[in-house]
């Protein structure tokens, strides 16, 4: 089983959507989880941490499930600036090792 | 956010070379840098932990001879492709993590590798 899991995608979606990512995690004891951003042939770039109280940046909301394993973004009002692979990204512990999902894609259609 | 830096951006290279890639952090001291490799369509690969002034921490199935290490500084640590095959082909990228910083990296603009 991978250690970070995600629905590859791609998810097409018009202008104006709210589209939903899924992840899960099989590390129970990991300490930390984020949603990056990573435009094509660029570096992942920090989109938000994610807490187990849910976290709302704007238009995007993360949500973590301890007991699950679980982790989620929701993207409202999504916009063509949208389109971009998104990243699940758990730290096992607090040394900074970082374990990436493979990424989900996303793309904005007008 | 805190800037890093790598160099160089692309690099082409015949067989057999050695390719060297440097990442800097521009504004903090990086007590801990990461080296990430990322095939296309795949996900970001953790290559190895370098922590300045000791030898670096390699995952498993990378082979430490081959991509040589080295984290001289709070602001440098260089990445050396050895003896350079098609397959190292890929897409370089290094993360630098201040002290104290709780698991936040800031990620260089990566390097593109192409061996010929």
């Known amino acids: 089983r991978k250690e970070v899991e995600q629905d590859p995608g791609p998810f097409n979606v018009p202008e104006g959507a709210t589209v939903a990512f899924n992840c899960t995690y099989s590390?129970?004891?990991?300490?930390?989880f984020f949603w990056y951003r990573q435009d094509c042939r660029k570096e992942p770039k920090l989109l938000m941490s994610?807490?187990?109280s849910g976290n709302e940046d704007g238009r995007f909301t993360a949500q973590l499930n301890r007991a699950s394993q679980y982790i989620s973004l929701l993207i409202r009002d999504s916009k063509l600036s949208d389109s971009a692979t998104y990243l699940c990204v758990v730290a096992p512990s607090n040394t900074g090792k970082l374990i990436f999902g493979q990424g989900t894609t996303l793309q904005v259609k007008p | 956010g805190a800037v890093v830096s790598q160099h160089p951006s692309r690099v082409i290279c015949k067989s057999g070379t050695s390719v060297k890639i440097e990442c800097r952090s521009l504004d903090f001291q990086a007590t801990t840098m990461f080296w990430y490799r990322q095939f296309p369509k795949k996900s970001l690969m953790l290559m190895a932990t370098s922590n300045e002034g000791s030898k670096a921490t390699y995952e498993q199935g990378v082979e430490k001879d081959k991509f040589l290490i080295n984290h001289a500084s709070l602001t440098l640590s260089t990445l050396t492709v050895t003896s350079a095959h098609p397959e190292d082909s890929s897409f370089y990228i290094c993360?630098?993590?201040?002290?104290?910083?709780?698991?936040?990296?800031?990620f260089g603009p990566g390097t593109r590798l192409t061996v010929l």
């Open positions: 993360s630098a993590m201040g002290q104290g910083s709780y698991n936040e990296q800031f």
């Open positions: 590390n129970s004891a990991s300490q930390s």
């Open positions: 994610v807490y187990s």
